[in-house]
């Protein structure tokens, strides 16, 4: 049974530029999330999608958008790249029900120049 | 914004020892989630236990065992007997309904070093 898996691991892109980072949940699960957990942080809630809406969002501004397709998978994309939005950015999948765990992927590691 | 507290950045243990990690969280939510992640170096977020707000009752589970007390919104966390293997970063979170979603508010975390 695979778990939740993200592309690419790495990433280097420079100011200004956009980048869209892909994830695929957990067999099963529905709900796909996003946080950026940057250096020495704990991650940070940027949005979840279910039923390829966004259900809840963090405080983080536009440029910063998704989406899920009918597979359930999902995108991240941030625009107008700032050095402030290096990070690592985890997925997670859940079930939609109840208060059920969070299974995270391995993360891609953006570096912005 | 409703806080979760890991007061200690960084642990240093000797094998076999019991370490126990802290956790405070604040939340106007009577209904809510906490759950303790662990991540290794690798930097993959795991999964350790899960609490609901309705049960307090304390378990353990191998050598994982967990405080949850209400009255002082702290939800503890203990490793017996440390291996080298636990070294890494732990997190605590709390998981709310809200707006349709179920969100995380992670902790800071807590770095977790057990040398031989």
């Known amino acids: 049974d695979a778990g939740v898996t993200q592309s690419p691991t790495h990433l280097i892109k420079t100011r200004g530029q956009q980048v869209t980072l892909r994830c695929s949940p957990k067999?099963?699960?529905?709900?796909v999330s996003w946080y950026q957990q940057a250096l020495g942080q704990g991650p940070q809630f940027i949005f979840q999608y279910y039923e390829e809406e966004e259900r809840q969002r963090g405080n983080f501004p536009d440029r910063f958008s998704g989406h899920q397709f009918p597979n359930y998978s999902s995108e991240l994309n941030v625009n107008a790249l700032l050095l402030g939005d290096s990070a690592l950015y985890l997925c997670a999948s859940s079930l939609r029900t109840g208060y059920n765990e969070q299974f995270f992927g391995p993360g891609t590691r953006l570096t912005v120049l | 914004a409703q806080k979760v507290t890991q007061a200690q950045t960084e642990i240093s243990v000797v094998e076999k020892e019991d370490v126990t990690l802290d956790c405070v969280y604040e939340?106007?939510?009577?209904?809510?989630?906490l759950f303790w992640y662990k991540q290794p170096p690798s930097g993959e977020l795991v999964f350790l236990i899960r609490?609901?707000?309705?049960?307090?009752q304390n378990e353990i589970s191998g050598r994982y065992s967990w405080n949850f007390q209400k009255s002082t919104s702290s939800f503890n966390f203990t490793i017996t007997a440390s291996q080298v293997v636990d070294s890494a970063v732990y997190f605590c979170?709390?998981?709310?309904?809200?707006?349709?979603?179920?969100?995380?508010?992670f902790g800071t975390g807590t770095q977790l070093k057990v040398e031989l």
């Open positions: 067999s099963g699960h529905d709900t």
């Open positions: 939340t106007r939510d009577t209904t809510y989630y």
């Open positions: 609490r609901n707000s309705f049960d307090e």
């Open positions: 979170a709390r998981g709310v309904l809200t707006g349709g979603g179920n969100k995380l508010t």
